[in-house]
């Protein structure tokens, strides 16, 4: 079982950026694949990005492409989320999850999930 403590998030003003990390301890040694989910009050949690062992595959959700970047430092177990041009419908509980390989948006995929850490956009 892999443990999953995020940190990083707050309250920041419309078009800015803040950086989400994910630190990993526990049963690490086997290859696995990151992502971000998010949920907002009153809606079910939505996935936001992926990234693979390797950092060779990732996957956004369209509403964030090209404003996050997902990326991972395996020596340091731990996955960051850049967040650039954040919008006030960004604003959710974050929460970051480790799965096989395979895992990508859907969230059935993923074993393991932090308690999550609450990004505030104002407007």
């Known amino acids: 079982q892999v443990q999953l403590v995020e940190s990083g998030g707050g309250l920041v003003q419309a078009g800015g950026s803040l950086r989400l990390s994910c630190a990993a301890s526990?049963?690490?040694?086997?290859?696995?694949?990151m992502g971000w989910f998010r949920q907002a009050p009153g809606k079910e949690r939505e996935f936001v990005a992926v990234?693979?062992?390797?950092?060779?595959?990732?996957n956004y959700a369209d509403s964030v492409k090209g404003r996050f970047t997902i990326s991972r430092d395996n020596a340091k177990k731990t996955v960051y989320l850049q967040m650039n041009n954040l919008k006030p419908e960004d604003t959710a509980v974050y929460y970051c999850?480790?799965?096989?390989?395979?895992?990508?948006?859907?969230?059935?995929?993923?074993?393991?999930w932090g308690q999550g850490t609450q990004v505030t956009v104002s407007s």
């Open positions: 999850a480790a799965g096989p390989p395979y895992s990508d948006y859907d969230p059935t995929d993923f074993r393991s």
């Open positions: 526990g049963r690490t040694s086997s290859s696995y694949a």
């Open positions: 990234i693979s062992w390797g950092g060779g595959r990732t």
